[in-house]
């Protein structure tokens, strides 16, 4: 999933730029993802991986970083496994 992120993140946001970022690169309050970037990243993991991210789970805390975003999408994949069963 880190993979995909970055991928993404270095292809479509920063345009195949060669900036790229590592996994615990801080990639909002550096200004790499701004704001249309995160929208950009909101569909993609939509689109991608399934998971709807709720408007109030768009913080600093959970898009800190891509290692941040990751942890946060697999605790909300379980929790939405758990609570359809």
Do not use: K
């Not at 991210?53 to 946060?72: H, K, M, R, W």
């Amino acid at each position: 999933m880190e993979e995909q992120m970055i991928r993404f993140i270095d292809d479509e946001i920063l345009g195949g730029s060669g900036h790229g970022v590592s996994v615990d690169d801080e990639i909002v309050l550096d200004g790499t993802v701004d704001s249309l970037g995160v929208t950009r990243l909101l569909d993609f993991i939509e689109e991608s991986l399934g998971v709807a991210v709720p408007a109030e789970d768009v913080t600093i805390e959970n898009f800190q970083s891509v290692g941040s975003l990751c942890a946060y999408l697999r605790g909300r994949a379980e929790h939405l496994e758990e609570a359809a069963s």
